[in-house]
């Protein structure tokens, strides 16, 4: 079993900075790509940014130049940096772990979620 948890979220003024973690827990073996979404109330969930175990990085328009996605492969941890946040920004957000093999589940990869973390922006 695969448990993703994150922490960092929390209350900020505009212009602040927040930084989330996400420690990916289990007897896993590679973990393809990791990545944030999130979800603002009465809006559907979205991705925000995500990396590969490789390195390569994508992110929504909206926070490009402002967040910044990373990984450390060998802890299965995500971080995401996030300055100059706006209100807009505010949301639950959920770590993502797809492409998840495990040394109990050779040959199957499996997409796993945290539990989120609130995120609030305050103008």
């Known amino acids: 079993q695969v448990q993703l948890v994150e922490s960092g979220g929390g209350l900020v003024q505009a212009g602040g900075s927040l930084r989330l973690s996400c420690v990916a827990s289990?007897?896993?073996?590679?973990?393809?790509?990791m990545a944030w979404y999130r979800q603002a109330p009465g809006r559907q969930r979205e991705l925000v940014a995500e990396?590969?175990?490789?390195?390569?990085?994508n992110y929504i328009d909206s926070v490009k130049g402002r967040f910044t996605i990373s990984r450390d492969n060998a802890k299965n941890t995500v971080i995401l940096q996030m300055n100059s946040l706006k209100p807009e920004d505010t949301a639950a957000y959920y770590c993502?772990?797809?492409?998840?093999?495990?040394?109990?589940?050779?040959?199957?990869?499996?997409?796993?979620w945290g539990q989120g973390t609130q995120v609030t922006v305050s103008s």
């Open positions: 993502n772990a797809d492409g998840v093999i495990t040394y109990t589940t050779l040959g199957l990869a499996l997409s796993y």
């Open positions: 289990g007897r896993i073996f590679k973990i393809n790509a």
């Open positions: 990396i590969t175990s490789d390195g390569i990085t």
